[in-house]
Every structure is written in structure tokens, then in C-alpha cells.
């Protein structure tokens, strides 16, 4: 019972930490695509809603202890997209939510079909990759409102952003233009989640990072009314604030439902499809990556995921909310702060709710810079100084698919920095595979040459390559006998070498298996070297 009570009370502390990381995310992607289109169509609320359904709804079907879902910066660009492709106005976002809506049955289906296996294909170099690079924009990209420059929103991760400044642009005129009051916050703030990781969580073993945070978030509010009790001058604008309507009727008339009788619409149907496709892909990345974070290392079932993640996004398009995918920001959020289960998940959805209807005029009193500092302090446990070094000292094969796929996320989006890092990763495998399935070993002119794994047409050049180098006069064993699998160009290399070994007086012996596969490999072999000979 004692134990049911603590995990209680540490998934509490937790869901309060997702509140405070998501909302403001949350925010962020509804103002990002309304800049985007050049006019307020997404509804403010419809981001709130989609990480209410992520929280309950979703962290009630996931397979996953950890991984919370909500809606994401990365998508704000493919809602935008839609949206311009419907008209670009509210009905466009009616329709957008028939999309949203069939794109979550597409979902299920591939759950059903079980397609999430296509996530074990991920290199890991990839994922930690991805873990790091996602640290780095957050750092970067949270830096400007850490100082007070709040032109953009506050989950913006993109390089290029609406103002025509790109990420490290964006910080160099925040270093030139600080907001003195927000950027006294924001240091406090930071520096207050640095000291208690480092003299309290590592000396004392506390919970790690929920305390901290609602202290930041305290002394933040607290700083402001100091500032209007005392230096007027310094109050926060609202720019520098969380904003949310706190008149209930203001809320109920930016809510937004699906017209269905846009089923039959090509492009409601072609948003559909993509939306399923980009928001299954980001959910199998996440939860991988989330599942590497876990300290007990708990492996997430990717096809149930999937089908929650389609529930989620039936019921987020019906109720007018964004799409829903497996945020890694958030999620790293509920285990730096100890969350235990998916309870934390499902009772961040409740709170969500509650904060917003019940208590948005203390929620409005929260400083950006004060979230901005979280958000730093998350980036900087998901970069993770000793995994780089770790990946180094791995070897070039594992390093640069890491690095590329730091760099790419970083100067692109997360799926294409990914994409571009699975080809890196690809190659070095390749390359690997190349020199690994083919061994030549010699002493005193006697030669090993043996195939192992797959060999397959890939293997085409090394396979031939090697052979070239056995030197006249020599003596060679060919052992295939270790070889699962042999392609039939392989096959017509070797046989190559054999019928022309003699005229370099070159003495053969081939190593048999009693693997059936094997035996008749090298009877093909054997045969083709007896139908050469005899031409």
C-alpha cells in the first residue's frame, strides 16, 4: 500500500511536468500554422484537445509505459500544407478533420497488418542520433525566449522560421536584443534546474526533475508579481506570457467539428493517407527512442501503439483537435520526472483539462522564459555529452550515422533527418557486410577463402576483388560451407576463378557442408566448371 501511494504521488509530479512541457508545445503549433497560412483558420483550443486525447485517450490503449502523445511542431508544417490544398479558411479545417479522422481507421490498418515492425529496422546509431539532435534544437531553439525574444513560438523547431531568421540568427538577435525581466527569469530559472540536478538529485537520489520544476515555475510567476508590486517598468507583457482565453464562451466558440459530407472530396482522402503516413512514421521513431531512454528498459508493442494512435486520431478529428503522434519532447519530459506508468500519461490528460477550463488565469501567469528554461534543461539530458563521445570511440561505421543524422534533423526536420541518416546507416552496413562475408587468410603461399552469412549480388565486387588477389602457383581452399545464403552471381564469380586457376597453375580444393543447400551449390558449382572445361 505504502509503495501504491508513493508511485501515486510520483506520477502526479509527473503528469504536472508533461502539463507544463506540452501546453505551451501545444500553443505553438496552432500559432505556427495559422503564421504558416497568413490567417488565424486552426482554432486556438484544437491543440489542447488533440493532448487532452493524446493523454487519456491514447495513454489508455498504448502499449507503452512512458510515451505521451500530442501533437507536434514537425506537423504543423503538413497541417499547413492541407489545409492551403481545402481553400485555406474554417471550412478548410472541417474538412481537415474528415482527413484527420480516416487517417486514424488508416492507422489502425496498418496496426492490424502489423506494420509496425518497420520501426526494428531503425539503426540504433540513428535513434541516438535523433535523441541528441532533438536536445540540440531544443537548446538552440529555446535560448532566444530564455532571453525574452518571443517573436516565434515557443515549440517552433524548424531552421527556417517565419520571420525570416533561421535558428542560429534567431540567437544571435536575442543576444543582442535580451528582454532584461523575462532574461532575469529565464537564468534564475535555469540555473535553478542545473544546481538541484547537481547537488541534489546526484547526492541525495531525489525524484530528478518534477520538484525542480514546479520551483522554476513558482519563482517565475512570483519574479513578475514582484515586478508589479515594485519595478512596473519590468511587468511581462502577454507576449512573454502563456495566453489562453479565460471567458468559457470564448472557448466554446473557437471549438470546430468535421464535415462529414466531405468524405467523397479527393483531397480530404489524400491528406488522409499522409497524414497516416507521416504521423506512423514519427510515432515508431518516438517510441523507439523513448524505449532507449527507459531506465527499464520496457519495449513498447509498435502495432498496438499504432492502433491507439488511430483511436486517438479518430477521436481528436471528431471532437476538432490537431493530429496526434508520440512526442519525444514530452515524453522525455514524464521520464526525466520520474513517471512510473501510463498513469502519469492519462492523468497529464485530466489536468490538462482542468487547467484549462478551471484555472487558465493562473496558468496565463506562467512566464515562456521560465518553460524555455525547462525545455534547455530537457535538451541538454536527451544530448547526453558521454553517448557522443561513447559513439566515437564506436568507430567511424557508427559515428557518422549518428552525426549525420544529428546534422540533418538539425538543418532539415526530424523524418527527412532521419531518412537522410537510415541511407547513411544503410551504407556503412552495406559497406560492413561487403568485407565481412568474405575472408581471405594466407600462409606460405596456402590460401583460405571462405564465405560467410548472406552473400549476396552486393558482395559482387569484394568476392571478385579477393579472388584477383591470390597469386600465382598458389594453393586455395574455397570453403562456402558457413554461407547461409550464396547469390547466384557469387555462384558464376567462383566458378569464374575455377575455370581459369590452371593457367595460373593455381592448385583448388572446395570445402564441403552437409547442408543440403551447400551440397548442391557445389555440385552447380562443380557442373559448371566440368561444362566450361569441356567447351
Same mark, same amino acid.
Given at each position: 500500500?505504502?509503495?501504491?501511494?508513493?508511485?501515486?504521488?510520483?506520477?502526479?509530479?509527473?503528469?504536472?511536468?508533461?502539463?507544463?512541457?506540452?501546453?505551451?508545445?501545444?500553443?505553438?503549433?496552432?500559432?505556427?500554422?495559422?503564421?504558416?497560412?497568413?490567417?488565424?483558420?486552426?482554432?486556438?483550443?484544437?491543440?489542447?484537445?488533440?493532448?487532452?486525447?493524446?493523454?487519456?485517450?491514447?495513454?489508455?490503449?498504448?502499449?507503452?509505459?512512458?510515451?505521451?502523445?500530442?501533437?507536434?511542431?514537425?506537423?504543423?508544417?503538413?497541417?499547413?500544407?492541407?489545409?492551403?490544398?481545402?481553400?485555406?479558411?474554417?471550412?478548410?479545417?472541417?474538412?481537415?478533420?474528415?482527413?484527420?479522422?480516416?487517417?486514424?481507421?488508416?492507422?489502425?490498418?496498418?496496426?492490424?497488418?502489423?506494420?509496425?515492425?518497420?520501426?526494428?529496422?531503425?539503426?540504433?546509431?540513428?535513434?541516438?542520433?535523433?535523441?541528441?539532435?532533438?536536445?540540440?534544437?531544443?537548446?538552440?531553439?529555446?535560448?532566444?525566449?530564455?532571453?525574452?525574444?518571443?517573436?516565434?513560438?515557443?515549440?517552433?523547431?524548424?531552421?527556417?522560421?517565419?520571420?525570416?531568421?533561421?535558428?542560429?540568427?534567431?540567437?544571435?538577435?536575442?543576444?543582442?536584443?535580451?528582454?532584461?525581466?523575462?532574461?532575469?527569469?529565464?537564468?534564475?530559472?535555469?540555473?535553478?534546474?542545473?544546481?538541484?540536478?547537481?547537488?541534489?538529485?546526484?547526492?541525495?537520489?531525489?525524484?530528478?526533475?518534477?520538484?525542480?520544476?514546479?520551483?522554476?515555475?513558482? /519563482?517565475?510567476?512570483?519574479?513578475?508579481?514582484?515586478?508589479?508590486?515594485?519595478?512596473?517598468?519590468?511587468?511581462?507583457?502577454?507576449?512573454?506570457?502563456?495566453?489562453?482565453?479565460?471567458?468559457?464562451?470564448?472557448?466554446?466558440?473557437?471549438?470546430?467539428?468535421?464535415?462529414?459530407?466531405?468524405?467523397?472530396?479527393?483531397?480530404?482522402?489524400?491528406?488522409?493517407?499522409?497524414?497516416?503516413?507521416?504521423?506512423?512514421?514519427?510515432?515508431?521513431?518516438?517510441?523507439?527512442?523513448?524505449?532507449?531512454?527507459?531506465?527499464?528498459?520496457?519495449?513498447?508493442?509498435?502495432?498496438?501503439?499504432?492502433?491507439?494512435?488511430?483511436?486517438?486520431?479518430?477521436?481528436?478529428?471528431?471532437?476538432?483537435?490537431?493530429?496526434?503522434?508520440?512526442?519525444?519532447?514530452?515524453?522525455?519530459?514524464?521520464?526525466?520526472?520520474?513517471?512510473?506508468?501510463?498513469?502519469?500519461?492519462?492523468?497529464?490528460?485530466?489536468?490538462?483539462?482542468?487547467?484549462?477550463?478551471?484555472?487558465?488565469?493562473?496558468?496565463?501567469?506562467?512566464?515562456?522564459?521560465?518553460?524555455?528554461?525547462?525545455?534547455?534543461?530537457?535538451?541538454?539530458?536527451?544530448?547526453?555529452?558521454?553517448? /557522443?563521445?561513447?559513439?566515437?570511440?564506436?568507430?567511424?561505421?557508427?559515428?557518422?550515422?549518428?552525426?549525420?543524422?544529428?546534422?540533418?534533423?538539425?538543418?532539415?526536420?526530424?523524418?527527412?533527418?532521419?531518412?537522410?541518416?537510415?541511407?547513411?546507416?544503410?551504407?556503412?552496413?552495406?559497406?560492413?557486410?561487403?568485407?565481412?562475408?568474405?575472408?581471405?587468410?594466407?600462409?606460405?603461399?596456402?590460401?583460405?577463402?571462405?564465405?560467410?552469412?548472406?552473400?549476396?549480388?552486393?558482395?559482387?565486387?569484394?568476392?571478385?576483388?579477393?579472388?584477383?588477389?591470390?597469386?600465382?602457383?598458389?594453393?586455395?581452399?574455397?570453403?562456402?560451407?558457413?554461407?547461409?545464403?550464396?547469390?547466384?552471381?557469387?555462384?558464376?564469380?567462383?566458378?569464374?576463378?575455377?575455370?581459369?586457376?590452371?593457367?595460373?597453375?593455381?592448385?583448388?580444393?572446395?570445402?564441403?557442408?552437409?547442408?543440403?543447400?551447400?551440397?548442391?551449390?557445389?555440385?552447380?558449382?562443380?557442373?559448371?566448371?566440368?561444362?566450361?572445361?569441356?567447351?
Amino acid at each position: 500500500m505504502k509503495h501504491f501511494f508513493r508511485s501515486f504521488a510520483t506520477n502526479i509530479e509527473a503528469s504536472v511536468v508533461i502539463l507544463l512541457v506540452t501546453l505551451p508545445i501545444c500553443l505553438g503549433v496552432v500559432i505556427q500554422t495559422n503564421t504558416t497560412l497568413g490567417q488565424n483558420v486552426v482554432p486556438i483550443f484544437s491543440g489542447i484537445i488533440a493532448a487532452c486525447v493524446g493523454g487519456i485517450v491514447v495513454g489508455f490503449f498504448s502499449g507503452s509505459h512512458l510515451s505521451v502523445s500530442a501533437p507536434t511542431v514537425g506537423f504543423s508544417a503538413v497541417v499547413a500544407t492541407a489545409l492551403s490544398k481545402m481553400g485555406g479558411d474554417s471550412n478548410a479545417y472541417q474538412l481537415f478533420l474528415v482527413s484527420l479522422i480516416l487517417a486514424g481507421i488508416i492507422q489502425i490498418g496498418m496496426g492490424w497488418l502489423k506494420l509496425g515492425v518497420i520501426g526494428d529496422f531503425i539503426p540504433n546509431s540513428v535513434i541516438k542520433g535523433m535523441l541528441a539532435a532533438i536536445g540540440i534544437i531544443l537548446i538552440l531553439k529555446q535560448f532566444p525566449h530564455l532571453l525574452g525574444e518571443d517573436i516565434n513560438p515557443i515549440g517552433d523547431e524548424s531552421f527556417l522560421q517565419a520571420d525570416k531568421k533561421n535558428t542560429f540568427s534567431s540567437m544571435y538577435y536575442a543576444l543582442e536584443h535580451p528582454g532584461f525581466s523575462a532574461a532575469l527569469i529565464g537564468i534564475i530559472s535555469i540555473s535553478i534546474l542545473f544546481v538541484y540536478d547537481k547537488f541534489v538529485v546526484s547526492k541525495k537520489q531525489l525524484p530528478k526533475l518534477a520538484p525542480s520544476v514546479l520551483l522554476v515555475i513558482i /519563482v517565475g510567476i512570483l519574479i513578475n508579481e514582484f515586478y508589479k508590486l515594485y519595478i512596473p517598468s519590468l511587468v511581462l507583457t502577454d507576449k512573454h506570457l502563456i495566453t489562453l482565453p479565460e471567458n468559457p464562451s470564448v472557448m466554446l466558440s473557437t471549438f470546430s467539428f468535421p464535415k462529414l459530407s466531405a468524405i467523397n472530396n479527393v483531397n480530404v482522402w489524400l491528406t488522409a493517407v499522409t497524414i497516416a503516413i507521416v504521423a506512423s512514421l514519427e510515432t515508431l521513431l518516438s517510441v523507439e527512442a523513448v524505449d532507449k531512454i527507459d531506465t527499464l528498459k520496457r519495449v513498447t508493442p509498435a502495432n498496438k501503439e499504432l492502433k491507439a494512435q488511430g483511436i486517438g486520431n479518430i477521436i481528436s478529428g471528431l471532437l476538432g483537435g490537431l493530429p496526434i503522434t508520440s512526442a519525444v519532447v514530452s515524453s522525455s519530459a514524464n521520464i526525466y520526472a520520474n513517471g512510473k506508468s501510463k498513469m502519469a500519461i492519462i492523468f497529464y490528460g485530466l489536468l490538462l483539462i482542468i487547467a484549462v477550463v478551471i484555472l487558465p488565469h493562473v496558468l496565463n501567469k506562467i512566464p515562456i522564459s521560465a518553460l524555455s528554461a525547462i525545455l534547455i534543461f530537457i535538451g541538454y539530458k536527451l544530448l547526453d555529452i558521454k553517448q /557522443v563521445i561513447a559513439f566515437f570511440k564506436k568507430g567511424l561505421d557508427q559515428f557518422i550515422p549518428f552525426a549525420v543524422t544529428i546534422i540533418a534533423i538539425i538543418t532539415t526536420n526530424m523524418l527527412i533527418g532521419v531518412l537522410i541518416g537510415i541511407a547513411v546507416g544503410l551504407f556503412f552496413m552495406m559497406h560492413s557486410n561487403f568485407h565481412s562475408a568474405v575472408l581471405l587468410v594466407n600462409q606460405d603461399n596456402n590460401y583460405l577463402f571462405r564465405l560467410r552469412k548472406d552473400v549476396s549480388f552486393f558482395n559482387k565486387p569484394i568476392v571478385k576483388k579477393t579472388l584477383e588477389r591470390i597469386p600465382n602457383g598458389a594453393y586455395v581452399i574455397i570453403d562456402i560451407s558457413r554461407a547461409d545464403f550464396i547469390d547466384k552471381d557469387i555462384v558464376e564469380e567462383i566458378n569464374n576463378f575455377l575455370c581459369h586457376a590452371h593457367l595460373k597453375k593455381i592448385k583448388i580444393d572446395i570445402k564441403k557442408s552437409n547442408q543440403k543447400e551447400t551440397l548442391d551449390l557445389i555440385a552447380h558449382l562443380e557442373e559448371l566448371k566440368f561444362n566450361r572445361l569441356a567447351l
